[in-house]
């Protein structure tokens, strides 16, 4: 039960709890005001009788009718005139004895004062307040002594008593709440509208959602976030970070929490801030920054017309490349071993018809040749080039080579020792398998078809060669072979001395080439044993 209250709409909770509020603040308030409002009533009401009485009892006129025993027509004009102006129920003038020497009012009658009320004016000639019953009525008396002058003393010879009604005194506390009644009534009702505009508008802001399924909504965005290898930034109109997701403080190489603070304080790169500033939408535009390659989208965030921020998304170049390279290698080993489970078929095929035809010296012959030539590939790659990753792949290629009928031969002054450790095998196989293909696919339509490896780290440097015997690079193409997408081999190629390139950059090398006077390319790559350190711009 208590869960299906706690559930309700958030309308309904926010009028609710404005209600509440307002019935108890009204509630107290009224209390305390009304409580305030008769004490101060009543004080005031004390304070003007005994100063009325008092001022009466030190009138001459008073005085002399209280000694004498004057008449009422000599005092009561100034007891009316004294009553209306402080608004009093009732004024008395008595002697000692109780005669009353003059009074006004409306709840007393020709009867005197009980002598208990008077009895510290009459006897200690005191002035003081006293509540009492009077006529049935509760009233409050302002009592004064009337002090007669008989020449060398003084003797009190009565009393005035000033008379507030309590009836009329609550009567007109009564009214002051009903005014604050009205007022307080008039506040329940703008709050209760003011409460209502407000959770629609909250209702507005929050699409329609209720606090827990904004909640719940939270919840799956920040797991959602966190989880994704890919990193996401959130950037608010003036240029501050309000989300960024872990793979992006990967990515950025940021490990504080940065949320709330300007983009410009930790993005040093001039394109990439721009870029995630920017109005237009960005799709797949890569970024140098630090030591890495972004590719970067953005997506701007438009709210009523104008835009209120920026979404952008990070992928690692690198990454990217190390799965397209994990499947160029796969690729690669498929084909070279295809090409030699094809190359060794067809031998096997060979060997096996001149088996049933009797002729085995013939057998022999072809045996023992495939075997020295295998052997001599082996023995020389085993001996003169001592990197396992190099001679994984030019094995490879020589079954290739062989299947496609192209002479591809291993320059006998090749020599090299295990290669350093930051060359690895990933861009070894894009680099000279790259560079070997294409000089296959160059002699393809050649008469002679010779392609020729060589190798050396004599110095400071590796030096890869791959020489062929086809056309060379065709006039006025000297500046594009290395723009991505070009090539004159077809569409969707063009790709693969793009990543030579790239690749040999990235190891602090470079690639160049030459036509020969033969009519064939030569390519060479120069990759520095111990490339020195250089900062990337950013």
């Given at each position: ?7 309700v ?61 004057g ?39 020709n ?45 009190v ?43 629609r ?19 799956e ?25 872990h ?47 972004l ?126 450790g ?24 050649s ?24 056309v ?47 009519g ?7 990759l ?11």
């Amino acid at each position: 039960m208590l869960q299906k209250l706690l559930n309700v709409s958030l309308q309904v909770k926010i009028l609710g709890l404005i209600i509440f509020l307002l019935l108890l603040v009204i509630g107290l308030l009224s209390f305390i005001v009304g409580y305030l409002e008769r004490e101060e009533d009543v004080k005031q009401a004390e304070q003007i009788a005994l100063q009325t009485a008092q001022t009466l009892s030190y009138i001459g006129t008073i005085q002399q009718a209280v000694k004498e025993g004057g008449s009422y027509e000599e005092t009561n004009p100034i007891v009316e005139r004294m009553r209306d102006q402080v608004d009093a129920s009732a004024i008395r003038i008595e002697n000692r004895e109780g005669e009353l020497n003059g009074y006004a009012g409306d709840i007393i009658t020709n009867q005197s004062s009980p002598r208990k009320d008077r009895y510290r004016s009459l006897v200690f000639g005191s002035t003081y307040v006293t509540q009492t019953e009077d006529e049935g009525h509760k009233v409050l008396k302002g009592i004064a002594p009337v002090l007669i002058n008989y020449g060398d003393y003084k003797k009190v010879g009565g009393t005035v008593s000033v008379i507030f009604n309590m009836e009329t005194i609550q009567s007109k506390i009564a009214s002051d709440i009903r005014k604050m009644v009205y007022v307080s009534c008039i506040v329940f009702i703008v709050g209760i509208a003011g409460s209502y505009f407000l959770a629609r508008s909250i209702r507005k802001d929050t699409h329609g959602l209720e606090p827990y399924e904004i909640g719940a909504l939270y919840r799956e965005r920040n797991a959602i976030l966190q989880s994704v290898k890919e990193g996401i930034l959130s950037i608010s109109q003036n240029g501050r970070i309000t989300m960024m997701n872990h793979s992006a403080r990967v990515l950025l190489d940021i490990s504080e929490d940065i949320e709330g603070i300007p983009l410009t304080s930790f993005i040093l790169s001039d394109n990439l801030r721009k870029a995630l500033q920017s109005k237009e939408t960005i799709s797949n535009q890569e970024f140098h920054y630090k030591d890495k390659i972004l590719i970067v989208n953005t997506q701007p965030i438009i709210e009523d017309g104008e835009q209120v921020g920026v979404v952008a998304s990070f992928r690692d170049k690198t990454e990217i490349k190390k799965m397209v390279d994990a499947l160029s290698e796969v690729r690669q080993y498929s084909e070279d071993l295809r090409a030699q489970t094809h190359e060794f078929t067809n031998k096997l095929y060979v060997i096996l018809g001149m088996i049933q035809l009797g002729k085995y010296t013939e057998v022999i012959k072809l045996i023992q040749e495939e075997t020295q030539l295998q052997e001599h590939h082996t023995e020389f790659l085993f001996t003169n080039i001592n990197d396992d990753k190099v001679q994984a792949i030019l094995l490879g290629k020589l079954a290739k080579a062989s299947e496609k009928k192209i002479d591809f031969k291993i320059d006998e002054e090749s020599a090299m020792m295990p290669l350093p450790g930051h060359i690895g095998f990933s861009p070894l196989i894009i680099i000279l398998g790259n560079l070997i293909d294409n000089a296959f696919e160059a002699v393809a339509d050649s008469k002679v078809k010779e392609v020729t490896f060589f190798v050396t780290d004599i110095g400071n440097d590796i030096i890869f060669e791959v020489e062929d015997s086809g056309v060379g690079i065709k006039n006025g193409t000297e500046d594009k072979i290395f723009q991505k997408g070009f090539s004159g081999k077809g569409e969707n190629r063009g790709y693969g001395l793009t990543n030579v390139k790239e690749e040999v950059e990235l190891l602090g090398g470079s690639v160049e080439w030459t036509n020969t006077q033969a009519g064939g390319a030569i390519f060479t790559v120069i990759l520095p044993k111990r490339p020195e350190d250089y900062t990337e711009k950013i």
